[in-house]
């Protein structure tokens, strides 16, 4: 027989029948102590606090129902049963005003005591167990309360830094962001830098709690080697994009953890900054207060602050550099500039030239789309309007000018070859290149070699291809690194994928506690009941072994009941990171849905209803994430239809509604989850598939339940989609395939 794991505490000051009774409670409790007298019990109470005690009255120095009283000064909810031969009344009224769960009359029956002690042994445990899941659930509630805190805290950093650059200020603001949520002592940043031709880390950034010393202006952490002794472990892992997570007593190396144990530090954690694949340096946390265990949400979290600052500041880098850029050009414009006043003369003659040739070629300039220029021995002599808004000219200012100074000098060698090649071939074949111009314009060139008053030209026709030319190159550098970030995002995303999953869990659970709790509590009542009926009968001498054998199978059925509940929430809110496919009963989970959030929505007044026909309908997939599925469609048509009550007038009639739906076709299952809520606009119909998408408050909503839901349903090769009419109705409509 397995043995209850509990402590009990027999009082006898017989001692035959103690060590009878030790023997008999031995075989079904794990622990029994014994004392002979009230005055040794109580002792023996302060010495091994038993979960249940079975005490005689009438016993010498200290009877029992003193040694009752004087332990209810320490324990008011310890479990009592007194044993006594006397069947006075005053003995068993002064029990029930000192709170035993039980009166037996000597002798004692052995199976009756059995019995009693099994009952109590049984509660206890069933209570003992209920409070360890209560405390699992405030702990995962706490973690995703933090992770939340931190998501939030890290979304308004990023948008500082995307929005306002990385500077002191907008650093500064997302460390005391990240400090505050995190509950830390110290987030500060180092980065990686040249000094006197060796590399070195110093710290640039901190953020302390108030009563933590702050470090910014330690000279030790100022231009670390990062070979050196105190980082060279920190080098290997951040070089690797792998995070430091140490206890800083168990730090195999002495220096280390000398100059962490100097800042008074017992856990620490750094997570590495990396700029276009480059190391550029880390963010670390210090807690100095406690043996810190970082968890996964904090973790992955962090990560994000340090992926989007290290895209930040490639950011801000490629800001500097255009920068950089336009200041160079404003310079060589300015030389050009004074170049051109220079030949101020040759521009009057061939301003002069121009209008004696204007009327001769007039035809030409008015019926060209592109630009036309006559080339003779390199420049230019004719023009046409159209070159004049290519080259952001006037025609004075191109007339007499070489026509390679319009563009690049690294095209110069290929103008040459463009026009020499080409007065070695056939009159009339066209040749073409494309340029780009001192200012950036791409332009394509066409020429024919000519003659033009007897000397030999070229007619060069300019069309600007910048836009062109800028797309392909776009493409190009586009196709050269696309497919690795892909490869990284796609990775990236599954992780946050799984974890958002998991956090949606676990919201719902934490949503639908109060059911939940109402769902145990009904069997858990059945069972009070059916044991006062037992007592009852028990009392009054009526018990008959058919009625106690029914009540037994009910009492058992009650406790299969919340056994079922119980294991039913633990599956589902399990983290499950290979995710299995499988045969999925639809309708099995949508009555496992509704068991969990069908009392939570009753208490809240709303009409639920389903439509489940007769018949099979299977799927591939995995049941929990469908279940997830489920359940947040539910929560989401709860909140449109409590909205809309709360929109109607006194005087008219409304009445919340959610109905569930089962229906085929040829390939597919369709389950129809519909509401008579809020609805939703037609114009955020399009975006409510998002993720972070959401049109509740901050406080009642992340946007990331309707987004997880569809990367399920996809995952599930099925479609998700909604229908729905403002302050009517909103449905939606999930199609699976059929096994």
Known sequence: MEKHDITLLLVEDDKIIRNVYFQLLGQIIARVVTASNGEEGYQSFLTHHPDIILTDIKMPVMNGLDMINKIRTHNKLVRIVIMSAY???????????????????????????????????????????????????????????????????????????????????????????????????????????????????SQIYEWVAPDIQPQLDNEELVNVPIDSPVFRRWNQLLNKRMNVISIVRLIESSEEREILGSQNIKSVLAIPIFVRDVWWGFVGLDDCKEERVWSEAEINALGMLAFNLGGAIYRRNVEDELNSLNSNLEQRVKDRTLALQQEISERIYAEQLLRESEEKYRLI??????????????????????????????????????????????????????????????????????????????????????EWDNDPAHLVFLSDVSKRKNAENELFELNTHLEKRVKVEIQRVEQQQ?????????????????????????????????????????????????????????????????????????????????????????????????????????????????????????????????????????????????ERSRMVSPDEEYKKMIMISLENDKEDNIVLVEDNGTGIDENVIPHIFNPFYTTKSEEKGTGLGLSISYGIIKEMKGSINVESKLNEFTRIIIKLPKK
């Not at 026009?419 to 314009?441: A, L, Q």
């Not at 989970?589 to 299977?618: F, S, W």
């Open 87 to 201: 069947g006075d009344s005053r003995f068993f009224l002064k029990a029930i005003e000192s709170g035993v769960k039980g009166f037996l009359t000597k002798p004692l029956n052995n199976i009756q005591l059995q019995d009693i002690i099994v009952e109590q042994a049984t509660d206890i445990l069933l209570e003992r167990k209920l409070h360890e899941e209560e405390l699992k659930r405030q702990i995962a509630e706490s973690e995703r309360d933090r992770s939340e805190n931190i998501l939030r805290a890290l979304s308004l950093a990023t948008a500082a830094f995307f929005r306002r650059g990385v500077n002191a200020i907008t650093v500064n603001e997302a460390l005391s962001k990240v400090g505050s949520v995190t509950k830390v002592s110290r987030v500060y940043i180092f980065k990686k830098e040249e000094y006197q031709g060796e590399e070195v880390v």
């Open 365 to 450: 300039y008015e019926n060209a789309n592109d630009g036309i220029v006559l080339v003779k021995e390199g420049k230019i002599f004719l023009v046409n309007p159209r070159v004049s808004d290519i080259f952001k000219f006037m025609p004075r200012d191109i007339i007499g000018k070489r026509f390679s100074d319009f563009f690049l000098p690294e095209f110069a060698e290929e103008l040459v070859a463009f026009f020499t090649n080409h007065e070695s071939s056939d009159f009339h074949e066209r040749n073409e290149i494309t340029v780009e111009m001192v200012e950036g314009k791409w332009i394509e060139l066409k020429t024919t070699y000519i």
């Open 498 to 642: 799984q974890f958002l999953v998991q956090k949606s869990k676990l919201e719902s659970i934490g949503e639908l506690s109060a059911g939940l709790a109402h769902e145990i509590n009904q069997p858990l009542g059945g069972i009070s009941m059916g044991l006062e009926n037992i007592k009852f009968r028990l009392d009054d001498k009526s018990l008959s072994d058919a009625y106690l054998s029914g009540k037994i199978d009910t009492l058992f059925g009650d406790i299969d009941r919340i056994r079922n509940i119980i294991n039913h929430v633990r599956v589902f809110s399990r983290d499950q990171d290979k995710l299995e496919m499988e045969q999925v009963d639809i309708k099995l989970v949508i009555d496992n849905a509704l068991t969990m959030v069908k009392r939570h929505l009753i208490d809240q007044h709303v009409d639920v209803r389903t439509c489940l026909p007769e018949g099979e309908y299977l799927t591939s997939g995995n049941g929990f994430r469908l279940e997830q599925v489920l359940l947040n469609l539910l929560s989401n048509a709860k909140y449109a239809v409590q």
